[in-house]
């Protein structure tokens, strides 16, 4: 009888062992606290398992056969191994219960995220953190696949998102605003503006962009119907930052978040396309698993839902 119809007990192995090194079957029998008999049934259970004798029983003291001495050192190697691929994976079970993972907005990872994290972590422990910076809707793949704890990204009440609609735990964290912003012209007024009675060259967010969500939802309900067909779309991207490059180019006017563009409108770089007016308020949110999650990510939850409380 081989070893493709009967399974291995990794008890037999160590057994194995005991009886190479001790060479008595009482001896190893007592070494491994089984009843002799037993230990007899197992020696013979794995010698099937192989399908060759391993053990000279005439020899006194019991001795290896050349297909024993052949498998000896390969089973330690093979018990070695399994036992380094035990520690291994607790390592990595114990790392993985000690580290924060988040999905973060490009944008937000770039502006928000490395400043609130710096407070956070003025007030808690946390270790190793993970961080996977995408679009909002590759963001909300990772946490509808419980690939990560945290999910970092703008939201509005008039746009939900599918986090929002799978109602995961959410804490608002601070506040932002969506600018029309576009390049300055030589006096300084901006190369694409809005309200002028024309229609002007505009830098879209696409599907997969949350920010593009929000924009769609409020250019119906806030901007009027007819809003949108009035805009001449020129280029289309998921990435707030790489609008705002085509934006300082004077490609077209985009609705960037003042998080990402204060610095540029300070400056000079970008003008207010909307003189003031057409702003979207939006959220900085946090949502987290439904599920309970390791305690250094439950304690960062419980410092956030205090402060966002107490705000």
């Not at 062992?17 to 002799?36: D, K, P, V």
């Not at 008999?37 to 004798?53: K, N, Q, T």
């Not at 990772?142 to 009440?157: E, P, T, W, Y």
């Amino acid at each position: 009888m081989g070893p493709g119809n009967r399974p291995l007990d990794l008890e037999w192995l160590e057994d194995f062992l005991a009886l190479a090194e001790t060479g008595n079957f009482s001896r190893a029998a007592q070494a491994r606290s089984i009843a002799q008999p037993a230990f007899s049934r197992h020696i013979r259970s794995l010698e099937e398992w192989v399908g060759v004798d391993l053990f000279d029983r005439s020899a006194h003291p019991t001795a290896l056969t050349a297909a024993g001495k052949r498998f000896q050192p390969l089973l330690q190697e093979a018990l070695a191994g399994l036992e380094a691929a035990r520690i291994k994976a607790r390592a990595a079970h114990d790392l993985a219960a000690a580290s924060l993972s988040f999905a973060a907005t490009h944008v937000l990872s770039l502006t928000f995220f490395p400043r609130w994290l710096a407070g956070v972590e003025s007030s808690l422990s946390m270790g190793p953190i993970q961080t996977i910076s995408d679009s909002s809707y590759a963001c909300e793949d990772l946490m509808l696949q419980r690939r990560v704890q945290f999910v970092l990204c703008h939201g509005h009440a008039g746009a939900p998102g599918r986090l929002d609609e799978a109602q995961y735990p959410v804490q608002r964290l601070s506040e932002d605003v969506l600018v029309p912003v576009s390049a300055p012209d030589a006096k300084g007024a901006p190369q694409h503006a809005l309200g002028e009675g024309r229609s002007p060259s505009v830098l879209a967010y696409s599907e997969a962009s949350g920010l593009g969500r929000i924009m769609r939802a409020m250019q119906d309900s806030e901007f009027g119907k007819d809003f949108a067909a009035s805009l001449s779309i020129v280029f289309t991207a998921h990435h707030a930052a790489l609008l705002r490059t085509m934006a300082l180019e004077g490609r077209g006017l985009a609705w960037l978040p003042m998080s990402l563009v204060a610095d540029d409108l300070r400056t000079g770089a970008l003008t207010d396309a909307g003189a003031g007016g057409w702003r979207v308020p939006v959220d900085i949110r946090l949502y987290r698993q439904q599920a309970q999650m390791a305690p250094v990510a439950e304690a960062l939850w419980a410092l956030v839902s205090e402060s966002t409380s107490a705000a």
